[in-house]
T-cell receptor
Framework: DAKTTQPPSMDCAEGRAANLPCNHS???????VYWYRQIHSQGPQYIIH???NNETNEMASLIITEDRKSSTLILPHATLRDTAVYYC???????????????FGKGTTLSVSS | GAVVSQHPSRVICKSGTSVKIECRSL??????MFWYRQFPKQSLMLMAT?????????EQGVEKDKFLINHASLTLSTLTVTSAHPEDSSFYIC?????????FGPGTRLTVT
């Protein structure tokens, strides 16, 4: 899987949008961008994923640049409960490459404060 | 949505004893399950890939005789930490995969005294 680069930490005020960047300059054409987050002492939670189009769900939006070399996860209205470590991971879709584990980097620690 | 459970959520054991951790996919069948380990303030490290009905594949540096993995059904994989030592104290997390994605359990906190 291609490697990703994320800032180690970010701060955000409660109620504001949190924009978490991720660089994946060596991403392959068939690799998706996945975002997970891990709240302290819990298992990782899936947030969103995308291939090249922007995606939005009830949790977040994912903006992928046209050259696919970077992306941004957007939490539109951050709350205290969004404080967590956010991981950006690139991999081939499970339907195309079953049995390949997600490999986690160091992620970005997002701290949301009131 | 896809739910993965782990049991127990936390366990304390004495040095030299063995501990078994269960990982279950509750509402889907998982041909493949994965086991991770996480030390304080570090990221998740993949330990092994568990395939139903076959031997697990271990990552480099993970002792297969110490961390026994059994994946006897499409909904259950177990990790047994044998002859546990204090350095095995960690947060163990499993995940299960279907065609849509990989889903994680809540983790098991193991403390070896």
């Amino acid at each position: 899987d291609a490697k990703t680069t994320q800032p180690p930490s970010m701060d955000c005020a409660e109620g504001r949008a949190a924009n978490l960047p991720c660089n994946h300059s060596t991403i392959s054409g068939n690799e998706y961008v996945y975002w997970y987050r891990q709240i302290h002492s819990q298992g990782p939670q899936y947030i969103i994923h995308g291939l090249k189009n922007n995606e939005t769900n009830e949790m977040a939006s994912l903006i992928i640049t046209e050259d696919r070399k970077s992306s941004t996860l957007i939490l539109p209205h951050a709350t205290l409960r969004d404080t967590a470590v956010y991981y950006c991971i690139v991999r081939v879709a499970p339907s195309n490459q079953a049995g390949t584990a997600l490999i986690f980097g160091k992620g970005t620690t997002l701290s949301v404060s009131s | 949505g896809a739910v993965v459970s782990q049991h127990p959520s936390r366990v304390i054991c004495k040095s030299g004893t063995s501990v078994k951790i269960e990982c279950r996919s509750l509402d889907f069948q998982a041909t493949t399950m994965f086991w991770y380990r996480q030390f304080p303030k570090q990221s998740l490290m993949l330990m092994a890939t568990s395939n139903e009905g076959s031997k697990a594949t271990y990552e480099q540096g993970v002792e297969k005789d110490k961390f026994l993995i059994n994946h006897a059904s499409l909904t259950l994989s177990t990790l047994t930490v044998t002859s546990a030592h204090p350095e095995d104290s960690s947060f163990y997390i499993c995940s299960a995969e279907d065609t849509l994605g990989q889903y994680f359990g809540p983790g098991t906190r193991l403390t070896v005294t």
